[in-house]
């Protein structure tokens, strides 16, 4: 968040701000920290199921959202935010149907709380195709290659495939097998989206 | 797809089409149950039973009512009598069992829900749900499966037969093979949730859950709640995947629906993975005895074929696939049963391939021990004892094509040459092998019915309440009204999945194309009449349809599937159209076959399996879309190597509860389990099963990989291992 957004904010909410910004460091867990802010400033206690309000950057856009500090980026994308593409697969990052790109990394979304997202670039499936609707390269290969059935899983496949190219993990069958077995696929696609993947991966010129 | 051998095709039928769907479904927008946003949404969260057998002693709800947020919790004390006894399908009613949503304080399995707490957001349901204290009574220990002993299983007998005398037969034989043989217990898990959110709208209830079978969850919902049907829609637009679990009505529905009624707002149940496990039914361990007889030169002369089921106590549900594995080979003397053992578990339901894929294991690892006996070819011993007639009733196959398929798989793999003796071949530090199977699978069709709409700007119109669960739906019923109608495929578009449409049978059962398509065809056909063309050739519409001056042409038809009731077109209006076929015709089998080939390497020093290559070539009839049919068979043979080498529900027998209710520790077959796997569609014409010409590949697919890597395996090691998954410990 820009230091001219935050002026224009209540001094309670920009606390809470640096309070996210402790806890985006990962070091410390969720629940306490709503209790060293007690112990800290001796301001009225604080309400660790408050809802809490962040700004998320997802597919270029800003959203400010009230979230339980307990969202994870998946609730605050489908049920905030309105992007369902996401989706839940099991809610503990063994499935990846959750997978979006934050900062340009694939990331479980299930895993990933929606405070730890502030200030940080979300991409979703829905960010993917160019406004006219072209479709992005990876995207046209999953049609192309028939890399899915069902397609609950497809949304995470995609993103994370891209992932898979940019981190030069797609350069021959057996790499992609294995840089893509984090996203399960009940359907079991996966030749095809190997197929997907590699067809891609010369179009995205990576 | 290079390696795909597609029937020849002259119309859209047959043609690889792109699916219907694809962009919806790469781009986010195809919207699944839990992407529908209601307003004012509140958020449920279930409670589920931590004990196997018992009762509930009470619950504090305290703690849970006092959080901010949370709006109500039901549990069998505070719902009333809001949902009513109603039986399950093996008793003639909609329910995935028989036990009463939150009915009483009786716990009959673990995982039963006992209370759904209502809030504002998830998470304040959830942590609710976590502070419902419930008090259990649990004085006798439950029984968590078949455990050593089969004594205390119950046989049933309609599902037992004879022919022959197989006593005689097997003790005066040549050759014999008797062996016995196990497979675990299974979930479906689809990667989508078991979702459900309703809303009551002026007396009336929408509800959003995946489905197979919509008009159940319509009419079951109807008589649990005492509802009016006309009340009820139940809409299921896109499936994220299925496989047998989401086919029949479970708690979770009513539980909503009530509760939405009681706060007078939408409500969204999102189960967890780990409470998905028992809220539908999963494939049952089995256990199977299975004798063989043959003369030297390989000709069966005796087969003996008798499994054993878990089931539950509430209902008794069985599989009992010997009638397929007792009917696949020419043999004069047969005796086949079927046992139950109940246990104090949720009621067991249908797996892909519920009874094939365990069935079949057991017989076709039998078959190959026996092949091992008479040193004789595996594929070799198949052809011996091929059959154009089921050796049962005598009953002719209306279609089989099952050595073609064993010829045209066996030269895609290489074969020939293949050493007979096992650990013979070898690759480095790795042991190689070769297997193969029978792959088969009962061709189904249930009454269904379908709405064809043609516009005079060409545009058609195709409706029908089947679904789209990956299979391909939406796209093969746009290619069979193109084809009927002589339009542009992009002329077509489908509605499927809801209530408001036209009835179809349950997609189950590899069921559906060969169910919906031909009330398509028959309802195309009643256009063309109306513009008098001639139905059952090729032809244009279009210039009869301008010639005609009409703005639109809609028609409605019902078909009724060979081997249905008379009257039981009404059971399509009531959530009532099963699949019918397979053995279960007075006149003849229907059956889709294939042969499966496998390699697998097995390390010589850390016994790790590896399967580097599956091929299948499979006969099945017409194929609609060889593309979308291509997915379902080489997804159905990689849920083959999942059987064989991955999935267990691990039962912890203190409390009979899943152990490794997860997605991380049930083991699914992930992208780098999964090598080199190859289907091929052999062609086949069969105009008996159906209209359509469709026996289906939903689920064949599976059924004969786990034999054959079992078999392979022995090739590769000398080690023979019967019971599944396979792990190394078993190759030590």
């Known amino acids: ?206 | 797809m290079t390696d795909t051998l597609f029937p020849a095709a002259t119309g859209t039928m047959g043609q690889p089409e792109r699916r219907y769907e694809a962009r919806e479904k790469v781009t986010g927008s195809a919207a699944y149950a839990s992407d529908v946003k209601l307003a004012r949404t509140a958020h449920a969260y279930l409670v589920t039973s931590s004990i196997g057998r018992g009762r509930l002693q009470s619950f504090d709800l305290t703690a849970a009512r006092a959080l901010p947020g949370v709006i109500d919790i039901l549990t069998h004390e505070t719902i009333g009598d809001e949902i009513r006894q109603t039986p399950s399908i093996y008793g003639g009613g909609y329910m995935a069992d028989t036990l009463r949503p939150l009915g009483s304080a009786e716990i009959a399995h673990w995982g039963q829900p006992v209370a759904m707490v209502v809030a504002e957001t998830y998470e304040a349901a959830r942590e609710a749900a976590n502070l419902v204290v419930v008090s259990y009574a649990a004085e006798v220990a439950p029984v968590a499966g078949m455990g050593s002993s089969v004594a205390t299983g119950q046989a049933l007998d309609p599902m037992g037969f004879a022919v022959g005398d197989f006593d005689t037969a097997y003790r005066t034989a040549n050759v014999t093979v008797d062996a016995n043989y196990t497979t675990p217990a299974q979930h479906q898990n689809p990667m989508e949730l078991f979702a459900t959110q309703c809303v009551w709208e002026a007396g009336r209830l929408t509800v959003h859950e995946p489905s197979q079978y919509v008009n159940n969850v319509k009419f079951g919902l109807a008589a649990q709640l005492g509802l009016d049907p006309s009340r009820i829609r139940v809409i299921s637009t896109y499936v994220g995947g299925a496989f047998g679990a989401k086919g029949f009505l479970t708690h979770r529905t009513a539980l909503v629906a009530v509760a939405a009624r009681r706060i007078g707002r939408p409500v969204k149940l999102v189960p967890t993975r780990a409470q998905g496990f028992t809220v539908s039914g999963y494939r049952a361990e089995t256990r199977h005895h299975v004798q063989l007889a043959a003369t030297q030169d390989g000709r069966l002369t005796a087969l003996r074929h008798e499994g054993w089921e878990v089931t539950s106590r509430a209902d008794t549900v069985a599989m009992g696939a010997v009638s397929m594995t007792a009917r696949l080979y020419a043999c004069p003397n047969i005796t086949a049963r079927v046992n139950v053992v109940a246990a104090d578990r949720s009621t067991p339901g249908f797996m892909r391939a519920p009874g094939e894929m365990p069935y079949a294991f057991a017989m076709e690892t039998a078959l190959d021990e026996l092949a091992h006996k008479l040193q004789m070819d595996p594929v070799a011993l198949r052809r011996v004892n091929d059959t154009q007639t089921e050796p049962v009733g005598g009953l002719p196959y209306t279609s089989r094509s099952l050595m073609l398929c064993f010829d045209t798989a066996a030269a895609a793999f290489g074969w020939q040459g293949r050493p007979s003796e096992p650990a013979t071949m070898r690759d480095g530090d790795w042991q190689v092998g070769w297997g193969c199977a029978t792959a088969f699978y009962p061709t189904h069709a249930g009454n269904s019915a379908a709405r064809v709409r043609l516009s005079a700007d060409g545009r058609v119109h195709v409706e029908s309440a089947g679904h789209e669960l990956g299979q391909g739906m939406y796209t093969m019923m746009a290619q069979v009204a193109a084809e009927e109608l002589g339009v542009p495929i992009a002329q077509v578009t489908v509605a499927l999945g809801d209530t408001d449409l036209p009835p179809a049978v349950v997609a189950g059962g590899s069921s559906s194309t060969a169910s919906v398509a031909p009330a398509i065809m028959a309802a195309c056909d009643a256009i063309r009449r109306r513009l008098g063309i001639a139905t059952g050739v090729p032809a244009d519409v279009m210039p009869a349809m301008e010639a005609s001056g009409l703005g639109t042409i809609e028609e409605f038809t019902e078909v009724r599937a060979h081997g249905t009731a008379p009257d039981s077109l009404r059971g399509l209006y009531r959530g009532m159209a099963l699949p019918a076929g397979g053995v279960h015709l007075p006149d003849r089998v229907q059956f889709a076959l294939g042969a499966q080939f496998v390699e697998v390497r097995v390390h010589r020093r850390t016994r790790e399996i590896r399967v580097p290559r599956v091929i299948g070539a499979f006969a099945a009839g017409r194929i609609i879309n060889p593309r979308t049919a291509h997915g379902q068979l080489v997804g159905g043979m990689i849920w083959g190597i999942g059987s064989a080498l991955h999935e267990h529900s691990e039962i912890d027998t203190r409390n009979a509860s899943y152990i490794n209710a997860n997605l991380a520790d049930y083991l699914v077959p992930v992208n780098a389990d999964v090598a080199d796997v190859q289907a091929i569609m052999v062609e086949e014409e069969d105009r008996l099963v159906n209209r359509a010409g469709v026996k289906g590949v939903g689920e064949i697919g599976v059924v004969g990989v786990a034999a054959a890597i079992s078999n392979a395996i022995f090739h590769a090691t000398g080690i023979r291992v019967r019971d599944l998954p396979i792990r190394i410990e078993h190759l030590m």
């Open chain 1, 1 to 206: 968040m820009s230091d001219s957004e935050r002026k224009t904010e209540p001094v309670s909410k920009r606390r809470r701000n640096f309070l996210i910004g402790s806890a985006m460091t990962g070091v410390v867990p969720v629940i306490g920290w709503a209790g060293q802010a007690q112990a800290t400033t001796q301001a009225a206690p604080v309400d660790a199921r408050a809802a809490l309000n962040v700004a998320l950057r997802v597919n270029g856009r800003l959203h400010q959202v009230q979230v339980d500090a307990r969202m994870t980026l998946l609730d605050a994308l489908r049920e905030e935010i309105g992007l369902t593409g996401a989706k839940k697969g099991c809610d503990h990052g063994q499935c990846g149907a959750c997978t979006v790109l934050v900062d340009g990394r694939r990331e479980l979304a299930c895993l990933t709380l929606a405070v730890a997202a502030q200030g940080r670039e979300v991409v979703t499936i829905e960010g993917l195709a160019a406004p006219d609707g072209t479709l992005h390269p990876m995207q046209e290969a999953f049609v192309a290659q028939d890399a899915f059935q069902c397609g609950y899983c497809t949304p995470g496949q995609i993103l994370s495939a891209i992932s898979c190219v940019h981190e030069g993990h797609a350069t021959s069958p057996d790499q992609v097998r294995e840089y893509m077995s984090g996203n399960l696929c009940r359907c079991a696609a996966y030749p095809n989206i190997v197929a997907a993947v590699l067809q891609a991966s010369q179009q995205m010129g990576d």
